[in-house]
Every structure is written in structure tokens, then in C-alpha cells.
């Protein structure tokens, strides 16, 4: 009988994850990761494997975090603190300098508003401690006219729905998200991470240069100085940390920047994702018509910054031909580092995938996305 490389558990007729996740784990004995997922509120699957994967470690996500801050905004929306389609300056009057009047909190959340960074560049100082680049945001004109296209803020969407937040709640998006939604439903992933949760982190591994060096020249070209995607990723301050040097100092996990500073299992964020469109009694965070709302299609096409097609909803992408999340009605987010959370109201499927083995090129990893093909193949309304 082969060892089992994985633990945890899998109800019946999700045993086609548990045998794909074995097959991944021998494969690649250095690989580490774990998966979870809940159909209809009820778990269904939550396993990890690897040298480096406990039931209780912790990876930083990158853009997963994207979605956690995502069903932040939803909350907002279904107190009636937040309206979508309301100028942004109505929340935060000094945003409406330099043509920015007219942007409405639909466009600012989903790429549209073209402050994808500021001038000159910021440094992690500034990211980390919110007001400073809040306020060069607010005062910065954008790099491209509001509304004419899309481009992934890769750093600033953190920023600009965190001051949302505390412009109509008063808390900050990490203390919101924190005593609203975390605390009460008990979920395993954290922004801002408490002291008490630092021995849980996994550190993460930098991803394998890529062997095509036409991949490798088109990605230096796309983040390039001088380039759209050169300014998302703040390429144009000297000495900036790269994304895994970031990801793994107790500084980031402590302030937690909403965009990309998250810190969870695959657990929390099936759990998170399975509490916006309802838990095994019915009950849910967000209404249906709120899910709907922030969860919308917003742009598809050619993404300024990333120089590929996209497509994104209010914080949250949507699925294509690359995120294979499921019906057109499924929202989430990937992140660099190779984690996937996301929901679909139609099936009622919530996933979550996090490993510490940043994949090339980043994004949400190929093993994450084999491993949810077999989850949907399984009886998933039959849970």
C-alpha cells in the first residue's frame, strides 16, 4: 500500500481531490500546500501535505488578500455605508483633485481610476503605514483618463479601499475586517496579523526563474521603468524589496496592507468565502443582492498594467480563460504566490489554496487549479 503523503480529510465523493493532491505530493517531493473547500456552507475537503505544511500554517497570499478586502467593501455595501456608484469624493472630499471628481467607488475598486501608483514611487514605509500614500493618491492626477480602460493597481487598491473604509466606518479595513468578520466566524486568515499567530507563517520560497526567455524578456519589458506596469509595481524606487523579501518580514504581516498583506490557510479562506453566499444553517454575511452587486462584472479585456486580458468585478476578478473559478457568477481573487480563494453562488462552492512554494510565472498556481477540476467534478449540489 503507498504511503499518504496528505492529511486532513474528504467526504465521500471528493475522494478524486484527496487522489490528485497524493499524486502532486510525489511527484514533487519539495512541494507543500493545502486545500480546502465547503459546498453549501458544510466542508468538504481540508488538506495539506508537504515537508513544510501543518494543520496550522500560515502563508502570506499576496492578492488573495485582494478578496478578503473585497468582502470588506460588500459588508459596507449591505450596512448602506457604502453606495457603488457614488463619486468617491462624497467619502473622501480631497480625492477630487486633478480630474477625479466624476470617479465613482465602482470604478476606483476595479482598476478604472488609473492611480495604479504615484509619482516619483513610494517607499515600504509609505505602504505600510497607509496615510502618507493615501494622501499622495488623493493628490496625484491619474495615468490614464478614469473609466477609458482598466489596469491592475496592483498595490494601491489596498490603499484606496482602506481609506474607503475608514472614511464611512471609522476603523480601519483591518480592524473592520478583524472584529466584523474574522472574529466572529472564527476564520484562519488575517490581516494584520497578531504576535501570537507569528510561529504559524510559513516562510515563503521564491519561484524558479522561468525557462522560456521570451517569457522572461516580455516580463521585464511589462514592469519596465517608465511603463504603466514599471509604476504598479513601484519599479522606479531604487532599493524596493522584491515581493517574496516583502511577504516574509514580521512588518508586512503586522500592518497588513489590504492589497497584498494578507496571512491564512486554504481553511480561512474557504470559510470566508463560504460565509458570503451561506453557511450550513442559511445564514450569510452578505445578502444576495449584495453579492451580486460587488461581485458584477466591471472590465474585461486588455489590462493596462499586465499587458493580457483580464477581468475584474469590485476588488474581485472574475473568472477566464486563466482562472478557471467556475460560472460566470463566481468571484475571488488569485495571488502571485500561487493562492486561490474564491465562491460560486451557483454551485455553492468555496475553494481556498495556499503553499509557500511561489510558482513561475506567479499567479494562481496550476497544482491549485488541477486540484479544483477534480472538486468539480465531484457531486458538489449532492453534498
Known amino acids: 500500500m503507498a504511503e499518504q503523503l496528505s492529511n486532513g480529510v474528504v467526504l465521500p465523493g471528493y475522494e478524486p481531490v484527496r487522489e490528485r493532491f497524493e499524486a502532486l505530493l510525489s511527484e514533487d517531493p519539495g512541494y507543500s500546500a493545502s486545500v480546502a473547500a465547503y459546498v453549501d456552507g458544510e466542508p468538504v475537503v481540508d488538506l495539506w501535505g508537504g515537508a513544510r505544511m501543518a494543520r496550522d500554517s500560515i502563508v502570506t497570499t499576496f492578492s488573495c488578500t485582494k478578496g478578503v478586502?473585497?468582502?470588506?467593501?460588500?459588508?459596507?455595501?449591505?450596512?448602506?455605508?457604502?453606495?457603488?456608484?457614488?463619486?468617491?469624493r462624497e467619502y473622501w472630499p480631497e480625492f477630487a483633485r486633478h480630474g477625479k471628481a466624476a470617479v465613482t467607488v465602482r470604478q476606483l475598486l476595479s482598476h478604472q481610476a488609473g492611480l495604479v501608483g504615484v509619482d516619483g514611487g513610494f517607499s515600504v514605509a509609505e505602504l505600510l503605514g497607509h496615510e502618507r500614500l493615501a494622501e499622495r493618491l488623493a493628490d496625484?492626477?491619474?495615468?490614464?483618463?478614469?473609466?477609458?480602460?482598466?489596469?491592475?493597481?496592483?498595490m494601491t487598491i489596498g490603499v484606496l479601499a482602506d481609506e474607503l473604509v475608514r472614511r464611512t466606518d471609522g476603523r480601519t479595513l483591518?480592524?473592520?475586517?478583524?472584529?466584523?468578520?474574522?472574529l466572529p466566524r472564527d476564520i484562519d486568515f488575517?490581516?494584520?496579523?497578531?504576535?501570537?499567530?507569528?510561529?504559524?507563517?510559513v516562510p515563503l520560497l521564491?519561484?524558479?526563474?522561468?525557462?522560456?526567455?521570451?517569457?522572461?524578456?516580455?516580463?521585464?519589458?511589462?514592469?519596465?521603468?517608465?511603463?504603466i506596469g514599471g509604476i504598479a509595481m513601484n519599479t522606479e524606487v531604487a532599493g524596493f524589496p522584491s515581493l517574496v523579501e516583502l511577504a516574509n518580514t514580521t512588518a508586512l504581516h503586522r500592518a497588513g496592507p489590504p492589497a497584498m498583506g494578507?496571512?491564512?490557510?486554504?481553511?480561512?479562506?474557504?470559510?470566508?468565502?463560504?460565509?458570503?453566499?451561506?453557511?450550513?444553517?442559511?445564514?450569510?454575511l452578505l445578502s444576495t443582492e449584495t453579492v451580486e452587486a460587488v461581485s458584477r462584472l466591471q472590465t474585461i479585456?486588455?489590462?493596462?498594467?499586465?499587458?493580457?486580458?483580464?477581468?475584474?468585478?469590485?476588488?474581485?476578478?472574475?473568472?477566464?480563460?486563466?482562472l478557471t473559478y467556475g460560472s460566470h457568477r463566481a468571484f475571488g481573487h488569485d495571488g502571485v504566490g500561487g493562492g486561490i480563494g474564491f465562491a460560486d453562488p451557483t454551485t455553492g462552492l468555496s475553494f481556498g489554496y495556499t503553499t509557500p512554494d511561489m510558482p513561475s510565472p506567479g499567479g494562481a498556481d496550476a497544482r491549485g487549479l488541477d486540484l479544483l477540476l477534480r472538486l468539480t467534478a465531484a457531486p458538489l449540489c449532492d453534498a
Open 69 to 88: 478586502s473585497g468582502v470588506c467593501v460588500g459588508l459596507l455595501v449591505e450596512r448602506g455605508l457604502l453606495d457603488l456608484d457614488a463619486p468617491v
Open 140 to 154: 496625484q492626477r491619474p495615468y490614464w483618463q478614469p473609466g477609458a480602460g482598466h489596469g491592475y493597481h496592483a
Open 174 to 182: 483591518s480592524a473592520f475586517y478583524t472584529e466584523e468578520i474574522r
Open 190 to 201: 488575517f490581516i494584520g496579523l497578531p504576535e501570537s499567530e507569528d510561529d504559524r507563517v
Open 206 to 227: 521564491p519561484p524558479e526563474p522561468p525557462e522560456d526567455p521570451a517569457l522572461v524578456a516580455a516580463t521585464n519589458a511589462t514592469f519596465a521603468h517608465g511603463t
Open 262 to 284: 494578507g496571512v491564512g490557510s486554504a481553511r480561512g479562506l474557504a470559510r470566508l468565502y463560504a460565509s458570503c453566499i451561506g453557511d450550513a444553517s442559511g445564514a450569510r
Open 301 to 322: 479585456g486588455d489590462d493596462l498594467v499586465l499587458g493580457m486580458p483580464t477581468r475584474f468585478a469590485t476588488l474581485f476578478q472574475k473568472p477566464d480563460q486563466r
